[in-house]
């Protein structure tokens, strides 16, 4: 490819790695006196303990904080916004993100929202955003990721949902001061969402793998991120107590952040995005895992990345590859290890009369990104790839 001898690395988190490791928060310089510690409105960080750690590493610190507990599994613009207010009015100086990466995109964008006045949509870049550059630099903001999936906690950038323009939709911020990694926090996550999450980071990965942007230094993230999924998911699925393979699944997820960062995704993801944009409950493992094997075969009927392709089955545990095919087998293959391969579009209230809306939304509102394939897919080719993917 083109760019493959051409890449940036930009600045990113001090990253705290280790089970455990979140004990030693107390420990670092922090970036402020008082935090807005954002969490899910589910119970788990509670439930866990989670929280409780976080709080009494910030008392032995001497910072003082308070909970904003409202973030959803998509996470809504008008959520965020309250939670940026919620900073302003506790006078926080920094921000703390403890959960999924539902929880830290919410975070980074309120880090951003809490310093620049206006409407957050003023600051989307694409879709009915007004591509308004903030003013002010955003708050500090530490990431404490409790789930294994969109590497959040190492890239500037977070997918905030606006129900009303049914737009999914990056909103770029800042870097986080510190990822702090620790794959304790990730053990309580059920095997469902555990695989989910593990799709994600893996599609990311893949993705990567077959984006015009891809280079050398992408190249060496993905093979090593995609090898260690291959190896710890189906671990992690059957004993989510395993801390070995939560720690190299956070690795892996860690890895797939980075390649955002330094090339990025495809079409998979603004199509996904179009369908959880419509449909607020799909979680984005599961649309990513719906649309795969006909994304992927869209790919393959054009004969732009093959040796990439064969390159990918390779990564995924089937060295003996030798055309591009055996990369669609090798993913099948591995999806049926948790019977995630017969998912139904049918089950989240997704129909087929809004693909060619849905194919239109994932050409335009998500731009950035359908652009990035090596052969850009047309609209026809996207309604096919939903049509193919619905049950």
């Known amino acids: 490819m083109a760019s493959l ?4 690395v930009p600045n990113s988190p001090r990253v ?7 004990n030693e928060l107390h420990t670092l310089p922090m970036p402020g006196q008082k935090a807005l510690v954002v969490i899910s409105k589910g119970k788990s960080t509670r439930a866990n303990g989670y929280l409780d750690r976080l709080e009494n590493e910030l008392r032995q610190s001497g910072c003082a904080y308070v909970v904003f507990d409202r973030i959803q599994a998509n996470p809504l613009k008008e959520t965020v916004e309250e939670g940026a207010e919620w900073a302003k009015s506790e006078n926080c100086d920094f921000i703390i993100a403890l959960g999924g990466g539902s929880v830290m995109d919410s975070a980074k964008v309120m880090a951003m929202k809490a310093t620049n006045e206006g409407d957050l949509w003023d600051y989307v870049m694409s879709g009915t955003g007004k591509r308004k550059t903030p003013i002010h630099a955003p708050l500090p903001w530490i990431a404490i990721p409790t789930t294994a999936g969109t590497g959040s906690e190492v890239d500037a950038g977070g997918v905030i949902t606006n129900l009303k323009t049914k737009e999914k939709l990056g909103i770029f911020s800042s870097f986080a001061t510190y990822a702090i990694i620790d794959p304790e926090l990730q053990t309580t996550v059920p095997p469902e969402y555990t695989v989910f999450q593990g799709f994600d980071a893996l599609y990311q990965l893949l993705e990567g793998c077959l984006c015009k942007s891809a280079n050398l230094y992408s190249d060496m993230l993905q093979e090593t991120g995609i090898r260690h999924i291959v190896e710890n998911l189906p671990i992690a699925y059957r004993d989510g107590k395993n801390v070995e393979a939560r720690a190299k699944m956070a690795f892996a997820t860690m890895l797939s952040g980075t390649s955002m960062v330094v090339s990025t995704c495809t079409a998979e993801h603004s199509i996904e995005h179009a369908l959880s944009a419509y449909h607020e409950s799909l979680p984005h493992g599961a649309g990513l895992i719906m649309i795969s094997k006909a994304y ?21 545990g089937k060295e003996d590859a030798a055309c591009p095919e055996d ?7 591995f999806q049926k290890i948790f019977g995630v391969d017969e998912l139904k579009m049918s089950d989240y209230g997704i129909v087929p009369e809004e693909f060619d809306a849905m194919a239109s939304n994932a050409m335009t509102v998500m731009a ?24």
Do not use: C
């Open 5 to 8: 001898l051409s890449f940036n």
């Open 368 to 391: 950035r990104l359908y652009t990035q394939d090596i052969q850009p897919l047309t609209h026809e080719e996207i309604v096919r790839i939903l049509q193919e993917s619905y049950r």
């Open 327 to 333: 990369f669609i087998s090798a993913l099948l293959d």
């Open 296 to 316: 992927y075969n869209a790919i393959l009927r054009q004969h732009v990345a093959d040796d990439r392709l064969i390159r990918m089955a390779k990564y995924m």
């Open 16 to 22: 705290v790695f280790g089970a455990g490791r979140l």
